[in-house]
């Protein structure tokens, strides 16, 4: 526990989602403050703490970790770096915020989990959503029965991004639809069905190179009996499509754009001939997840994207890969 003192933070890696993901929350939130950035670039880390108001620049990655006025790392490294850095960070005392997915595979999650548990620091994987008020009320709704049971759960997230060159289509740094995006409409699917996933019974991909995956879609079924299917893209035919759509026995709940409700969203509850729209008000869903990960260091509310879910997340990840004939990321793809 940190008591009065702001939980200091350091950030590994200029990148370019840090400003988004840490820096602009970190001005509302006093709890916070960001002390430190490294880069493979030392001279780059300089400039990003000049533009960026941030007090030191570290030469490496393990200067930074070994920084005691450091209290917690945001790591917001290539996915393949994820594992190797944040079980390093958690090794030197750090607490860590990890950006999304988690890992390479679940078998990197398991070990970083291990790792938070050996070493008694907080590993929280970065689905900001979570921590909107839009997802705590739409949970309210389903459990209220006012739909019924859960028989079915689509979760799509698309976005534009034909770039082939960009990270997120490199194999050797964890790349594809599935990493990036697809993620997300996982960690949905599991949210808004309350269970999780028994088995991944159809899973087919569209590749931008040889294991990459630039759009990816799974049939899921559930131990209750119900359905699901996940959509994740990158570069397709569905330029733009960030939803869910959770079908239950007496009506249904459609919600456009769960993952930054804080830009605009609508939440649609039908029942029979009913139909009723919710907005729900918060700040920006980084705002809302920072503010929660240093309450949660301090002693606080346990956070729900934690490590051990960040483990359940990867696994259906994998399985969807293996589902639609390509390797897990980290893994030798099959001969």
Same mark, same amino acid.
């Given at each position: 526990m940190l008591g009065s003192s702001p939980?200091?933070?350091? /950030?590994?890696?200029? +990148?370019?989602?840090?400003?988004? /993901?840490? #820096?602009?929350? &970190?001005?509302?939130? @006093?709890? *916070?403050?960001? *002390? /430190?950035? &490294?880069?493979?670039?030392?001279e780059r880390a300089r400039k990003f703490a000049r533009k960026h108001g941030i007090p030191r620049a570290h030469e490496s990655y393990d200067a930074l970790l070994a920084d005691p006025e450091i209290d917690a790392i945001y790591n917001p490294l290539p996915n393949s770096l994820h594992c190797e850095w944040t079980i390093r960070a958690l090794r030197a005392g750090k607490h860590v915020l990890c950006e999304k997915p988690l890992a390479s595979n679940a078998e990197e999650a398991e070990r970083m989990a291990d790792a938070a548990d050996e070493?008694?620091? *907080?590993?929280?994987? /970065?689905?900001?959503?979570?921590?909107? @008020?839009? &997802?705590?009320?739409?949970? !309210?709704? #389903?459990?209220?029965?006012?739909?019924? +049971? *859960?028989?079915?759960? !689509?979760?799509?997230?698309?976005?534009?991004l034909p770039v082939p060159g960009d990270i997120r289509y490199r194999l050797d740094l964890a790349g594809g639809a599935a990493m990036d995006v697809g993620c997300y409409a996982v960690s949905m699917l599991r949210f808004f069905s309350g269970e999780e996933p028994a088995e991944v019974t159809s899973a087919r991909a569209k590749l931008s190179? @040889?294991?990459?995956?630039?759009?990816?879609?799974?049939?899921?079924?559930? @131990?209750?009996?119900?359905?699901?299917?996940?959509?994740?893209?990158?570069?397709?035919?569905?330029?733009?499509?960030?939803? +869910?759509?959770i079908t239950g026995e007496r009506g249904d709940l459609r919600i456009v754009n769960p993952v930054a409700p804080h830009l605009f969203h609508r939440m649609t509850l039908t029942t029979g001939v009913r139909r009723r729209r919710e907005r729900v008000r918060g700040d920006a869903t980084y705002t809302h997840q920072l503010r929660a990960f240093a309450a949660h260091v301090s002693g606080g509310p346990a956070m729900p994207s934690d490590a051990r879910?960040?483990?359940?997340?990867?696994?259906?990840?994998d399985a969807i890969y293996r589902s639609a004939g390509l390797a897990p990321r980290g893994e030798p793809a099959a001969s």
């Open positions: 939980l200091r933070i350091g /950030a590994l890696g200029a +990148a370019r989602i840090t400003p988004m /993901a840490l #820096l602009r929350p &970190a001005r509302h939130v @006093p709890e *916070v403050e960001v *002390v /430190a950035v &490294a880069a493979r670039d030392c070493t008694g620091r *907080v590993l929280v994987e /970065a689905f900001h959503w979570r921590y909107h @008020p839009l &997802a705590a009320r739409a949970r !309210e709704i #389903l459990d209220s029965g006012e739909i019924g +049971a *859960v028989q079915r759960v !689509e979760t799509a997230m698309c976005i534009p190179s @040889p294991g990459v995956d630039r759009w990816i879609q799974a049939d899921l079924r559930f @131990p209750s009996g119900a359905s699901g299917r996940v959509t994740g893209s990158l570069m397709s035919a569905t330029l733009l499509k960030v939803s +869910a759509h879910d960040g483990v359940r997340n990867m696994r259906v990840i």
